[in-house]
């Protein structure tokens, strides 16, 4: 029974991967986009080692999680297993765990103050890595949540860049659960192009479809792909 169950949960995943994948293809077609210009980051954040292996073998390469330490007890392992992984940070750091997240992560979309700024330029200087970065745009202008406010998204940008030698990549936002995402993702893009950047991260497993109508490089898809938590 644990086998045949256990082959259910590959079969499952894959399905819903394949699923995800078709769907962001359909709204690149809709939206007149290259098709394969939305990175699908999988969110294999609060699964363990046995229920992410199955997206691995189905091919896929690119996740993200929302803890470092959480992280560290699964992706060393995984990555030594697995060639080609890229591992995204897509939740809150903090500045004592910059080292550490330099060191698992290729990718961190949550730079949102100075301070970070400041541990990551350190910390890649000193283990001679480079990491891609997206700053945070808190374009709800929610108190409870991270993210730099819109109308100084441009101005922290040039700081990671003039004060602290980042090379920023794109921006990032997770729009308030209960509005209209579509309104959000237009304004990450408009800051965007007053940043003089090009990569946008939004979109998730609700809305990611509209993400990419709006341009988003890069969605974040759990539920849709492991299943509910």
């Avoid at 090379?167 to 209960?178: E, H, N, R």
Wanted: charged share 25%; with cysteine; hydrophobic share 40%.
């Amino acid at each position: 029974m644990e086998r045949k169950k256990g082959k259910m949960d590959r079969l499952e995943s894959s399905q819903r991967l394949n699923a995800v994948l078709s769907r962001i293809a359909g709204a690149e077609n809709l939206a007149k986009r290259e098709l394969g210009s939305t990175d699908l980051i999988a969110v294999s954040k609060t699964f363990d080692v046995e229920h992410i292996r199955p997206v691995l073998d189905a091919g896929h390469r690119i996740f993200g999680e929302n803890r470092v330490q959480e992280s560290q007890g699964k992706w060393p392992r995984l990555k030594q297993e697995y060639d080609g992984v890229e591992l995204h940070l897509i939740g809150p750091l903090q500045s004592n765990k910059a080292a550490d997240a330099v060191a698992l992560f290729d990718v961190i979309h949550t730079i949102d103050r100075e301070k970070i700024a400041k541990a990551i330029a350190a910390e890649m200087q000193a283990q001679n890595k480079s990491v891609k970065l997206f700053v945070q745009v808190n374009t709800g202008e929610e108190e409870q949540k991270a993210g730099v406010a819109p109308q100084d998204a441009a101005d922290f940008v040039e700081c990671c860049s003039g004060v602290h030698g980042l090379t920023v990549s794109g921006l990032m936002c997770i729009p308030p659960f209960d509005e209209n995402p579509g309104p959000h993702f237009a304004l990450l893009r408009k800051l965007a192009k007053q940043a003089n950047v090009e990569e946008l991260s939004m979109g998730m497993s609700a809305d990611f479809e509209t993400a990419i109508e709006f341009g988003s490089t890069h969605v974040r898809v759990g539920s849709a792909i492991f299943g509910a938590r």
